[in-house]
């Protein structure tokens, strides 16, 4: 598969793939923040936080405490 026949990026995709993930770890009580961000390759997890924020509208933190892990929807 050609990326650019696809329109898309091996950058976007591996954050799509970053995404997904974090939203399925989020679901677990029992990994943490820091824990996730370290899996998913963040060197801090104020990095992962920006990113999540950024592909959310919400922290990770606020995202887990809310409930709203439990019953998620991803949209690319």
Not at 32 to 60: M, V, Y
Request: with cysteine; charged share 25%.
């Amino acid at each position: 598969m050609k990326l650019r026949k696809e329109e898309t990026t091996f950058t976007h995709l591996f954050d799509q793939i970053r995404k997904t993930t974090a939203l399925t770890y989020l679901k677990d009580p029992e990994v943490s923040i820091c824990d996730i961000a370290l899996l998913l390759g963040f060197s801090e997890q104020s990095a992962f936080n920006h990113a999540f924020k950024r592909w959310t509208g919400t922290t990770p933190g606020k995202y887990k405490k809310d409930g709203l892990a439990s019953s998620f929807l991803i949209f690319t």
